[in-house]
């Protein structure tokens, strides 16, 4: 089981995308990632072998010192954060922040679900990519889909994605067994993409259950 994670960075700050938004948050990002997306504004955090092995512990710590400052929640993110198995850090958060009659704090992660689930979370940020379509997992579990869109093909991958995640709970779903589409639906513009922009909104416009995520971080200057 994994003990250590390669830590490209920490740092606490708001959350800037998707249903948080604005949401005082700390986010730690792990190396390692190889769903290559030409668009990613991070990849410096591919290479995981650039980055050193920090414990769980020590991570823990400085997510127990966050949560004193004001952290409501944590969020993983990457790189992709399930190339690595988080049952050990999950587990250790949930151990070390619920100590003293606290309730554990709440951990989120942002993943393009192309590898199998590990760890446990109390939200689920799918960013699928349509090069590398996510598992049936995160489609079923996610509670939040968020789409970066660069060209007309990523609007029609929404569609689809929408469409399929319909179909899979029309399946599982009976008259005793009836499962709720009760995910948030995203669409976020590629950084300074004016194509991606204007796609973006005139889809949601016409579509009213896609909402918009921007990157309010960069807006404001903010980690």
């Known amino acids: 089981m994994t003990n250590c994670l390669p830590l490209v960075e920490k740092f606490h700050s708001l959350q800037g995308e998707g249903f948080h938004a604005g949401k005082s948050a700390f986010f730690i990002r792990l ?15 591919w290479d995981q072998k650039k980055y050193p092995l920090v414990s769980i512990k020590k ?8 949560r004193d400052k004001g952290a409501s929640f944590l969020v993983i993110t990457g790189g992709e954060p399930l190339h690595h198995n988080l049952d050990n ?5 949930n151990k070390e922040t619920s100590k003293g009659g606290e309730n554990p704090i709440k951990i989120h992660i942002e993943t393009s679900g192309v590898n199998k689930i590990s760890g446990n979370y109390d939200w689920i940020t799918l960013s699928p990519k349509r090069h590398l379509p996510p598992k049936t997992y995160f489609l079923e579990n996610c509670n939040e889909i968020k789409i970066i869109i660069n060209d007309q093909k990523d609007i029609d991958f929404a569609i689809d994605i929408k469409e399929e995640i319909i179909k899979k709970y029309q399946k599982l779903s009976t008259k005793n067994n009836f499962y709720e589409l009760n995910k948030k639906y995203y669409l976020q513009p590629a950084w300074e993409n004016d194509d991606g922009f204007s796609l973006t909104i005139d889809f949601i416009k016409k579509n009213p259950e896609w909402k918009l995520s921007l990157q309010t971080h960069k807006y404001l200057k903010i980690k």
């Open 31 to 45: 190396a390692g990632c190889n769903v290559g997306c030409s668009w990613c504004d991070t990849k410096h955090s």
């Open 59 to 66: 991570i823990v710590n400085e997510i127990k010192e966050a």
């Open 89 to 93: 850090l999950c587990k250790a958060i």
